[in-house]
């Protein structure tokens, strides 16, 4: 009959940032295994794999690093609607603006931090109300002002913003933005 395996970690002997019930959990499923499989009785395989599973555990649990900044217009307005959107192909970060146009980047919630890495940034949801002339009357009888792009349509794209940034540790990371030019008229519709 097998012995149960006890962890040969106490809190003491490793103190890290990592709870202890989640490192006995990972033990735990690396004894398991190694009774089920001939292979990994090798009590070196056993070593060697224990230690590449939690140091990559350890390594991929940091915090993200913090990107903060501010977006503005040439005249140093804020834009105060929208969100900032951070992407590298693979993973989005992204921060609401708020009324002095600042954000904070997070990847499962506000302000939570991105990876290192290099960035292609674009802004979404940058809407105001239109002009009230051109408000709709929808099924119901409510009259719906339209919105329209606050910033250049560019910015909106993350390949046309021509915005990049490089993240490494804390950043802050403040984005110029234009106006629509002025030929762009948001009521146009194509028939």
Known sequence: MREAAVS?????????????????QILSVFLIISFESPIMLNHHFLSSALFCFIACFVVGCGDGHTVTGKVTFPDGTPLTVGKVMFTDGSKTAS????????????MEKAGSGIPAGTYQVYITGARIEGDPAFAETIEDGTSVIPLILAIDHRFTVPSLSGLTCEVKGRTEFNIPVEKPPASYNPYLRPN
């Open 8 to 24: 040969p970690f106490t809190k003491s002997q490793y103190p890290h940032p990592v709870p202890l019930p989640r490192v006995r």
């Open 95 to 106: 921060g609401d603006l708020n009324a002095r146009g600042e954000y904070r980047l997070g």
